[in-house]
């Protein structure tokens, strides 16, 4: 291990515990390989707890399983440290290549100890059928990759994966379910493909769903971003039929306003027929109601989507605009109708001015009715003689 240094510590885990944390590095360049754990200082052959409170010399061996390390250094002030070198056991060494591995390395050696590798597993990933190396035995030991994890996996269609490929799926916690339910549909993904699926809660049944809807080549990316921002496969069903073919991201901006498909149906039957997402959204996001650009339409409005918001955000409705064109109101402009809708004019007060023969403008109206002025008073006015009255005409009478 030329050029690596190996280095150990001990140290006190606190009063009274009787424990100490026994600290294991391995160190090449800027490679650090470590593992740490707490043991009884009779784990330590030839260092007692009260040697650690010495200063002074220390020497003791620490037996794994696959060997053992003879460690020698220093003490001071309740902590030793110092370096190792590791040990084989022939008899471990020996099962080993009886079970297939290769012969240990000096490194491998180290780590086998290091990691307290038995030979049960060892003989357990290699019953799974996995071709594993000795540094895929301390990379599965690490990652605590249980053998029935393998071995099921294999069986689910995954026997050309590598020990590398298992410890991913295991710590991504990729559980069977997934695995068969992708091979099931025809997916020949690599585990860091599904990994990602994982991570993102992706089930087997939802793509299933997805590629029901009409989408069945989206890529693992697509899926997680449609997942992770919670789309219906509903919502990509009703675009199918609906003729769309949006990209994800659009797909997801819908969902993200919450947009679904009912409501961008009705806003088609309603005659926007060609509004972009940015539009739909728009128009969600203050909760325009559909029935709203019906009425728009039937009185032959081609309002831009701006000025549609604009109507919605203030309580326009479209029966309010069915409602203004009886009284006579036809094509106002945007700015006049928000005007009387958010004075809360009703339409019927305009048709009352309109059949007693008052030509109002629209900011006498809202002024009359803001100074609670009534049919009948603009009645008694006219039938009084006192007819082409101005709006403030009228209020500056109703001083006297």
Not at 131 to 143: I, K, M
């Amino acid at each position: 291990m030329e050029g690596a240094s190996r280095e150990w510590t001990v140290e006190r885990r606190g009063a009274g515990n009787g424990k100490v944390r026994f600290t294991l590095a391995r160190r090449k360049g800027e490679s650090t390989w470590m593992t740490n754990r707490d043991i009884d200082p009779s784990s330590l052959h030839g260092l007692s707890a009260e040697m650690l409170d010495k200063n002074g010399p220390v020497h003791f061996e620490y037996v794994g399983k696959a060997g053992k390390l003879l460690c020698e250094g220093q003490s001071t002030g309740g902590k030793a440290s110092g370096t190792f070198t590791a040990v084989a056991d022939p008899e471990y060494v020996a099962a080993l290549k009886k079970m297939g591995y290769e012969s240990p390395s000096d490194d491998q050696i180290f780590y086998l100890i290091a990691s307290d590798i038995t030979l049960e597993f060892a003989r357990s990933i290699r019953e799974t059928g996995l071709p594993a190396t000795l540094d895929d035995l301390v990379r599965l030991s690490s990652y605590r990759v249980p053998a029935d994890y393998i071995r099921d996996a294999r069986k689910a269609g995954y026997g050309n994966f590598a020990a590398s490929d298992y410890t991913r799926l295991w710590s991504y916690h990729v559980d069977l379910d997934l695995l068969k339910g992708l091979k099931a549909q025809g997916y020949e993904f690599p585990s860091k493909d599904i990994a990602q699926l994982a991570s993102y809660h992706v089930t087997a049944e939802y793509i299933h769903d997805v590629r029901q809807a009409g989408y069945k080549d989206f890529s693992v990316a697509d899926l997680t971003q449609l997942s992770s921002y919670h789309v219906e496969p509903e919502l990509l069903k009703g675009l199918k039929t609906q003729g769309y073919d949006f990209p994800v991201r659009d797909i997801v901006q819908l969902a993200s306003y919450h947009v679904d498909a009912g409501y961008i149906r009705e806003v088609r039957q309603s005659g926007y027929k060609d509004l972009s997402v940015a539009d739909l959204t728009q128009l969600a996001s203050y909760h325009v109601n559909p029935e709203l650009l019906k009425g728009l339409k039937a009185q032959g409005y081609d309002l831009p989507v701006k000025d549609v918001v604009q109507l919605g955000s203030y309580g326009v409705s479209g029966e309010y605009m069915a409602d203004l064109k009886k009284a006579g109101l036809e094509k106002l402009p945007v700015k006049d109708i928000v005007h009387l809708r958010s004075y809360g004019v009703p339409a019927q007060f305009i048709t009352d001015t309109r059949n007693l023969g008052y030509q109002f403008t629209i900011d006498e109206i809202v002024k009359l009715h803001s100074y609670g002025v009534n049919e009948s008073e603009l009645r008694r006015l006219r039938d009084s003689g006192k007819k082409n009255l101005t709006a403030d005409e009228i209020l500056k009478l109703r001083m006297q």
